[in-house]
């Protein structure tokens, strides 16, 4: 089993809809946890970014962390077609100067105008 | 934009061949790693570098070596390059001991996309 698995779609979803994409995870010390947006041929770009459990927004994003469940949920609200890019998930047992991340494979979501 | 640069941003070369990969961190930040990502994969941690030392390895092999510079850029350097080493490579830069205000995570630069033929 691998540490993060992340649904790799494709996604596509009309503009406008509510966009939910989600990881599961295998490792209990995992503390921080983080989604990033990656354009083609871009570098990810940090769009949430979560400590221990709970949720977290911002603007039409929202972020939610089960760790009893060992689940993680990103919800994009009115989507829209500059959405359209592959989602990653990421998570670390420290923060992101004290070690690696754990990256999910990314979902493509596609968000048709 | 996060600040964070790497150069260049395509590169080919031949199987065998050696590569330096260069990245610059965001101002401020004093900590790099590294990422090998495969098309249509997540990225792989291959390693960090905090205040010009090792801190931390992936599971890739000792022919992937980096080094950090007191002003915290970065290179990464791959010997005897294998067909399989085709990948784009990411930087991200960090700021441990930032306090409580800060946001422990890490940002990415654009990445190099290299190709071994």
């Known amino acids: 089993q691998k540490e993060v698995e992340q649904d790799p779609g494709p996604l596509s979803v009309p503009e406008g809809a509510i966009v939910s994409l989600n990881c599961t995870y295998s490792?209990?010390?995992?503390?921080?946890f983080m989604w990033y947006r990656q354009y083609s041929r871009k570098g990810p770009e940090l769009l949430m970014y979560?400590?221990?459990?709970g949720n977290k927004e911002d603007g039409r994003f929202t972020a939610q962390v089960d760790k009893s469940s060992k689940y993680i949920s990103l919800f994009i609200r009115d989507s829209q077609p500059s959405d359209s890019a592959t989602y990653l998930c990421?998570?670390?047992?420290?923060?992101?100067?004290?070690?690696?991340?754990?990256f999910g494979k990314g979902t493509k979501l596609s968000v048709k105008p | 934009e996060t600040g964070v640069t790497q150069s260049p941003t395509h590169l080919i070369k031949t199987r065998g061949q050696q590569v330096t990969l260069r990245c610059s961190s965001q101002?401020?930040?004093?900590?790099v790693s590294w990422y090998q990502q495969a098309l249509g994969q997540g990225p792989q941690f291959i390693f960090q570098?905090?205040?010009?030392?090792?801190?931390g390895r992936g599971n890739f092999p000792p022919r992937f070596s980096g080094l950090q510079f007191p002003n915290y850029s970065s290179e990464l350097n791959v010997n005897a390059l294998e067909l399989d080493d085709s990948a784009l490579y990411l930087c991200?830069?960090?700021?441990?001991?930032?306090?409580?205000?800060?946001?422990?995570?890490?940002?990415f630069g654009p990445g190099t996309r290299l190709t071994v033929l």
């Open positions: 570098y905090y205040r010009e030392e090792e801190n």
């Open positions: 490792n209990s010390a995992f503390q921080y």
């Open positions: 991200a830069s960090s700021l441990r001991g930032g306090g409580a205000t800060s946001t422990d995570t890490q940002y």
């Open positions: 979560t400590y221990s459990s």
């Open positions: 990421a998570m670390g047992e420290g923060g992101g100067s004290q070690g690696n991340l754990i």
């Open positions: 101002s401020g930040h004093n900590t």
